[in-house]
């Protein structure tokens, strides 16, 4: 009866038949069966009581969890009192008003050990049972330094903030992080990006970019009253760490954006950029995917996102002997650091430092 029913497929892995999750299926399914066979629907059951909570508490888009709906499975196997451990560290991030995008990104962090510890007590774990844990992350999970990092934030978080337990992750190790540095395009390339698009609305979002230092969030939530043509600045409100700034205005781009606004059918309403909805801002995947098919039409070859355009503008700057300090405040950097890494790919040092082969050459003492 099982394998004649039509949507079923079998699994070698698990060992046992499995259809798509849906309450239609389920009643089809039960109509195939029949009254002979009693269905044990007790996990089922435990499974969507469990999934309406995580959904509950999901602060990543309305109640629509994000998550696929094996890692949504995963955390169905969550005990009930990590379960409220997960709810605890919730309402402590709100409470202590953490950005959605942290929140977001230290459930995702903190669910995966949840779910591994099936029935343990995730208070009762010890620093030495973190710091083998940590080790598990690196080793047989095959995470990235970056990745491992924002881990051990959020389980720091919890026991140090929901807990209220000593600095207990004072001394465990962190991984070092690889020094990877900024992809930049030349001015070159920049001229064929544009060029690229001839839809005045993205060529203007890509415009702003790269003419203010901007990030694709900022970009997106950019309002029309932040546009102040009489003080030639552009205000980026409650950005990165919940801090205004202001950027220069470009006159350049001043008259990129009055010519797209006269020219965008319907006029936006309230931000400089909307999508199909008036009074919404335009999407930030949206935003990315037109930077990437300019860049494909443009044929840059280079693996490089729409944050490299912020990544450009701040190289370029130092290129034309912008202080560092003003780039900092700029590009909203909280610590210096940041930003000198862009003193790593500026090319105007670069080339002036004469390579050893070139004199080797000119001496006459290779043969090509």
């Known amino acids: 009866k099982v394998k004649t029913f039509k949507n079923i497929k079998w699994t070698q892995m698990h060992g046992c038949w499995y259809l798509p999750f849906s309450q239609l299926h389920y009643q089809e399914f039960k109509k195939h069966i029949g009254n002979d066979v009693e269905l044990n629907t007790s996990y089922l059951k435990r499974y969507i009581k469990r999934r309406k909570v995580l959904l509950s508490m999901d602060v990543t888009s309305k109640g629509n969890i994000n998550s696929t709906q094996a890692a949504m499975v995963r955390q169905c196997t969550i005990s009930d009192a990590n379960l409220k451990a997960l709810q605890d560290f919730l309402d402590q991030l709100k409470l202590k008003a953490y ?41 047989k999970q095959g995470l990235s330094e970056a990745t491992v990092h924002s881990r051990i934030n959020a389980l720091k978080f919890y026991f140090e903030q929901v807990l209220k337990k000593d600095r207990m992750f004072f001394d465990l190790p962190r991984p070092k992080k690889p020094l990877i540095l900024p992809k930049v395009l030349g001015e070159g390339e920049l001229c064929r990006l544009f060029n690229a698009l001839s839809y005045k609305k993205h060529k203007a979002i890509l415009f702003t970019a790269y003419s203010a230092g901007l990030r694709v969030s900022e970009v997106v939530r950019l309002e029309l009253k932040h546009i102040d043509s009489d003080r030639m600045q552009i205000l980026v409100e409650s950005a990165k760490g919940k801090k205004d700034r202001y950027v220069t205005l470009s006159p350049v781009l001043l008259d990129v954006l009055r010519q797209y606004v006269r020219q965008c059918k319907p006029r936006p309403q309230k931000y400089l950029f909307e999508g199909t909805i008036p009074w919404e801002p335009y999407n930030a995947r949206s935003a990315q995917k037109v930077f990437q098919l300019a860049r494909i039409k443009a044929g840059i070859q280079k693996e490089v996102s729409f944050h490299c355009l912020r990544h450009s503008f701040a190289t370029h700057l130092l290129e034309k002997g912008v202080d560092i300090r003003y780039i900092k405040d700029l590009l909203g950097h909280f610590d210096i650091r940041t930003t000198e890494r862009y003193l790593h790919v500026r090319k105007d040092k670069l080339v002036t430092i004469t390579s050893p082969l070139d004199d080797v050459w000119e001496k006459g003492g290779i043969e090509w």
Request: charged residues 30%.
């Open 99 to 139: 950005s959605p995008s942290t929140i977001r990104t230290y459930r995702k962090e903190f669910i995966p050990l949840l779910s591994l510890l099936k029935q343990r007590d995730v208070a009762t774990l010890t620093i030495d049972e973190l710091r083998k844990y940590i080790l598990f992350c690196l080793e």
